[in-house]
């Protein structure tokens, strides 16, 4: 069938990509789902980060490529094998397809799937087939979703299923967004009630993240970023405090708010500084949880002495430490239950002719969670 889809070519362009055009919409060739896989009609795709990583080439993948990660629609067509959903169905999908087979998943911990990782490194479906195509030459996926496009083929192993009761673009925010902001708060650090918190980066993982401490039963949440009208958000959505991350007296104030340090920090930032703002902000005995994602290249120097002698926990966290069938349906019930309100995270609807003024947006950094919507 033909799709229309957001295709980039070449990394590395600059911005304004509303001048520069990095993605390209495109009429595309999308191949039937083969076994085990799916054909979705997007209903709606936000933009992110790890997309925008992708056109600036801070994460390399092979390119030509079809972007989009973090998506919900409908099922149209199953591939062979897939009984367990049926055309009509909502889904939410999921940008590490996991095998069920392989040892993370095995040991429950399907977001470090090995043979899902490689299939998105290499810009395939977890089968390892291509299944878009422009002028008979292979367009690749991206992470195995490629949701900036009106209609996409995923595995089986990439949807979750969901209640229809829900908009489509307040689901999508669940494949990315609330499953890794949320999910490192109550799955990676395991936050306790009564405990303080410090959130660095208020993209939407980062608003996510505080939003699922509050959740958590946090007794102090601290927000932190660089842009004043970020600040002004979180306090309306129940931040206890803010602190500008441009203060030279960050880390001081952050101390003093909460009597020596937060027994939970988050890098969710994407920087070094960050890091290093995080861990210096978090108590003796406590966590300092990242979920950003830097370039390969930047090296966080730990200091090793405090580490061992205040007791410190350091720990990554990918796609919130999730099992996919397992959080998005709880998340969402939460959601329903007005204790997780991301429908206030929701930024500009636009059509997919505006995803590279989208991505400007984004880059600028003063924007909500904005949204490809169908």
Not at 84 to 111: I, Y
Request: glycine share 12%; proline share 6%.
């Amino acid at each position: 069938m033909k799709i229309r889809a957001a295709v980039l070519h070449e990394v590395g362009a600059s911005a304004p990509f509303a001048q520069s055009q990095p993605l390209k919409i495109e009429e595309l060739d999308l191949d039937p789902p083969g076994p085990g896989e799916v054909l979705v009609k997007i209903k709606a795709a936000g933009l992110c980060h790890s997309d925008l990583s992708v056109i600036n080439g801070v994460r390399p993948r092979p390119v030509p490529m079809a972007l989009g990660h973090e998506a919900a629609g409908e099922v149209v067509q199953l591939g062979e094998g897939v009984t367990d959903l049926k055309p009509g169905d909502q889904v939410v999908l999921v940008f590490v397809p996991s095998c069920g087979h392989c040892m993370p998943c095995a040991e429950g911990r399907p977001a470090l799937c090995e043979p899902g990782a490689e299939s998105n490194a290499k810009g395939t479906l977890l089968s390892g087939a291509r299944r878009i195509h422009q002028h008979a030459h292979d367009i690749n996926h991206h992470v195995g979703v490629s949701a900036f496009a009106d209609h996409a083929v995923v595995s089986r192993n990439s949807c979750v299923r969901i209640d229809a009761d829900i908009d489509p673009a307040e689901a999508a925010l669940f494949g990315c967004a609330v499953l890794t902001g949320v999910g490192a708060v109550i799955n990676t650090a395991r936050v306790q009630a009564g405990t303080t918190v410090a959130v660095l980066g208020l993209g939407g993982v980062g608003l996510c993240a505080m939003l699922g401490a509050l959740a958590a039963g946090a007794r102090h949440v601290i927000a932190i970023d660089l842009h004043d009208s970020k600040l002004e958000v979180v306090r309306s959505l129940g931040a206890t405090a803010t602190v500008n991350a441009r203060d030279p007296d960050a880390i001081d104030k952050v101390k003093a708010l909460t009597g020596g340090g937060v027994d939970y920090a988050f890098e969710m930032a994407g920087s070094v500084q960050a890091m290093e703002a995080a861990y210096r902000m978090t108590r003796r005995g406590g966590m300092t949880v990242t979920a950003g994602l830097p370039p390969p290249g930047h090296n966080w120097p730990l200091q090793q002495v405090s580490l061992v002698a205040e007791e410190r926990t350091v720990k990554g966290s990918y796609i919130g430490s999730c099992v996919p069938s397992r959080d998005i349906p709880r998340y969402i019930g939460l959601y329903q239950a007005g204790k997780l309100p991301i429908n206030r995270l929701m930024g500009e609807r636009l059509a997919l002719s505006d995803i590279n003024r989208g991505f400007d947006r984004l880059d600028a950094g003063e924007s909500l969670r904005d949204l490809i919507v169908f």
